[in-house]
């Protein structure tokens, strides 16, 4: 079983930055790759971005595609995500997952779930 711990969340004006980290314990032999999604109350969750855990691919939702950078360090078991040009639009909250196989944006696919950490971009 992987276990995530997300971190890096917070509130910044429309056009700033943050990072998140999700840091990965357990058992990490199992990840394949990390997703990033988010949600608001009263929406489904959105899919952001996501990252092989190997070679580094990644893929990103077109609203998020040339501001926010998805990353890892494999030695130690950590992922990031690089929020830039933050708008309004982009408050949620923002959850980490991992899974075995490669998930892509289909959210059924991740096993394990960081609890979230909130993003607030204030116009």
């Known amino acids: 079983q992987v276990e995530l711990a997300e971190s890096g969340g917070g509130s910044v004006q429309a056009g700033g930055s943050l990072r998140l980290s999700c840091v990965a314990s357990g058992r990490t032999s199992r990840i394949y790759g990390m997703g990033w999604f988010r949600q608001t109350p009263g929406k489904e969750r959105e899919f952001v971005g996501a990252i092989m855990w190997d070679n580094g691919h990644t893929m990103y939702a077109d609203a998020v595609k040339g501001r926010f950078t998805v990353s890892r360090n494999n030695a130690a078991n950590t992922g990031y995500l690089q929020m830039n040009s933050l708008q309004p639009t982009d408050t949620a909250a923002y959850y980490c997952?991992?899974?075995?196989?490669?998930?892509?944006?289909?959210?059924?696919?991740?096993?394990?779930w960081g609890q979230g950490t909130q993003v607030t971009v204030s116009s």
């Open positions: 997952a991992t899974s075995p196989t490669w998930s892509g944006s289909y959210a059924l696919g991740y096993e394990a």
